[in-house]
């Protein structure tokens, strides 16, 4: 009950796709759902977060839609550039002061 | 931007042998985590730190595992014995505040990379 499952596990979408990466989740005690962004050889980046009473956060590029019904939500990279290539994780906190449960990972590659 | 820093960035050891692995947290930062991601998985929870004792901690932090701060600036984990199982990367991470929030995001450092032979 505490799982965070992500899908799908790679990605490759050319340059200017719109690739979208899926989570969901068992436990609705969860309540802050962060996306972090990790390129290889460095730690985990935090990109854009939502808690659950909200149902989109947009900030730059990327958007988290929130389906809260569904226990599900996603993180969508609009315009999406060759840098943007790094495995991204979804994550959830179960309360406040709580750890931070990953899901396991979505690899994208944006070709030119 | 400050950063959390660990040291060394690899390190290999002997199956039995025992190993610290440094970190040097955001200077005003009070919470502190140790994660670790066996190659090609997911990032996991190990422990967490506040106030000079252990907050939280995973099934993985077995007796083998100790956190400690030894002064103001340092966060160390050792492991006693070490397992073939053992070897991943292992993640420090800081906070301003406990849990991890929009105010106060975890930062996580560039990882060690543990190697058990």
């Known amino acids: 009950q505490q799982q965070v499952k992500q899908s799908p596990q790679s990605l490759i979408v050319q340059k200017g796709g719109i690739p979208i990466i899926n989570c969901a989740y068992e436990n609705t005690a969860f309540d802050y759902f962060p996306w972090y962004q990790q390129f290889p050889g460095k730690g985990p980046a935090l990109l854009i977060a939502?808690?659950?009473?909200?149902s989109e956060k947009k900030e730059g590029r990327f958007t988290i839609s929130f389906n809260k019904s569904a226990k599900q939500f996603s993180l969508h990279i609009m315009d999406s550039q060759p840098g943007d290539s790094a495995t991204y994780f979804c994550a959830a906190r179960l309360g406040a002061a709580s750890k931070l449960t990953f899901g396991t990972g979505t690899r994208l590659q944006v070709t030119l | 931007e400050p950063e959390v820093t660990q040291t060394p960035s690899h390190q290999v050891t002997q199956m039995g042998q025992e190993v610290i692995l440094r970190c040097v947290p955001i200077?005003?930062?009070?919470?502190f985590y140790w994660y670790r991601q066996i190659l090609g998985q997911k990032v996991e929870f190990l422990v967490s730190f506040y106030n000079n004792e252990i907050s939280e901690k995973s099934e993985i932090f077995d007796d083998q595992f100790s956190v400690e701060r030894p002064d103001g600036s340092n966060f160390t984990l050792k492991i006693r014995s070490t397992k073939l199982e053992d070897s991943a990367m292992y993640f420090c991470?800081?906070?301003?505040?406990?849990?991890?929030?929009?105010?106060?995001?975890?930062?996580f450092g560039n990882g060690t990379r543990l190697t058990v032979t």
């Open positions: 939502i808690r659950p009473d909200v």
């Open positions: 991470a800081s906070s301003l505040q406990g849990g991890s929030s929009y105010n106060s995001p975890l930062h």
């Open positions: 200077s005003n930062h009070l919470y």
